[in-house]
C-alpha cells in the first residue's frame, strides 16, 4: 500500500542520510533492506524526499582515519602489525562505504521513481494555475513535498518514469518466467555461482537502465555513484586492496536491490489522503492506474503529448547503451527477455 503518509515518511528518512553517512554507522548494512521493503505511503515519500535532500555530507576520510590509526599505535607495533590493522581498517570501510552508497542510491530510485509522486506531479501540473494551490494545499503532506510535486518538471522527473516503466517492463514481462527461486536468484542475482553471460544480463539490466540515461537524465544518485570511493583509491591500493573490488561490490548489491523492488512494481497499492467539502477524503488506485492516468493526461494537452509518446517508447524499447560514461555490466539487455524464456522454458518430456 502506498500512501501520503509512505512520502512523508520518506522525505524524513532522507533528512537523516547525511547523518547516517556523516558517522559511519555500522547498522547502515542492515538498513537497505528494511528501507528498500518499506510501504510506498506518502508519509514515508516526504521522508525519503528529504533524505536523498540531505545526504550530500562529505563522508569521513579514509586516509584522516589510517593515519591517526597509525599514530596511535606508537612504535611499539611492528610494520606487519600496523599493516594488517590497516587492512581491516580498509576492509571495515569499504563494506560500510557499499552499504551506505548503496542506500543512498536505493533511497533516491524509490523516491524517483514512487509511482504516486509521479501520478501527484502531473496531476498538478496539468491543473489551471488558479485550482493548483488549492489541489496541492488539500493535500495531507508536508510542505517540502508539496513543493517537489508544484516545482515544473525537471531531469529527475523524467528520469524516475522512464525507468519505472523499465522496471515495469521487468516485473510483467520477464519475472512471471520464474517458476523456481532458483531461477530468480541466479536472473536477479549477479555473481551467484554458475550464473551465464545470458543470465547476467538479465540482473544487470535495471541496473544498466539506471546508470546510462543520458548527460542530460544525471541526477544525485549518478553523482554518488560515479565518486564512490573516488578518494580512497591510493589508499586502498597502498593496502593491497582492488577499488575494482569495492566497485563490484557496490554494484552486485544495487542490481540485486534494485531488481528486488521492481519485482513488485506493478502490484504496488496507492493511498493518499485529500481535504474536499471541509472533510478527509481517501484515494486509493495501483500502479498500473496511476501509469494510465500519467499518460492520459499528457495526451490531453498539446504541450506535453510528446511525453505521452516518450512513454511509449520507453514502455517498449530500450536505448542502447555504451561504455562512454559508465561500464556497461553484463553486455546488452535488450534481449533479456529471450534470454529467461530460453533458459526457464519447462523442459519437454523425452519421447520414449
Known sequence: MASLATLTKYQSEMAMLDMVEASMDSSSASSLSSA???????????????KVRLSQSTPPSLSASLTASTSASGSDGKPKEIDVKKQEKVMIYVDRRVSQTAMNMILALKYYTSPLRLYLKVLVQSTTPAAREPLLLSLKAGDSLRADLAAPWAASDT?????????????????????????????MKPGVEGNTPEQNRVAYYLLNEMLHPGAELEVNLHSWFDNFIK??????????????????????????????YATGITKLQLKFKYMANSHVATENIDAETALTNIHTMFSKDPATVAWATNMNIWAMTDDPKTAARRVVMGGGAAAAKKKVQRRVAPRLPRAK
Not at 528498500?36 to 528529504?50: N, V
Not at 524516475?160 to 530468480?184: A, C, H, I, W
Not at 591510493?234 to 554494484?251: H, I, K, N, T, Y
Open 159 to 187: 528520469f524516475g518514469l522512464k525507468l519505472l516503466l523499465k522496471m515495469r517492463r521487468m516485473s510483467r514481462e520477464t519475472v512471471p518466467l520464474f517458476k523456481q527461486n532458483r531461477d530468480y536468484m541466479r536472473f
Open 231 to 260: 578518494d580512497d583509491i591510493e589508499v586502498l591500493e597502498q593496502v593491497g586492496f582492488d577499488p575494482d573490488d569495492a566497485r563490484m561490490d557496490l554494484v552486485k548489491k544495487l542490481a540485486f536491490e534494485i531488481n528486488s
Open 36 to 50: 528498500a521493503s518499506s510501504r510506498d505511503h506518502l508519509s514515508d515519500l516526504a521522508g525519503l524526499e528529504r
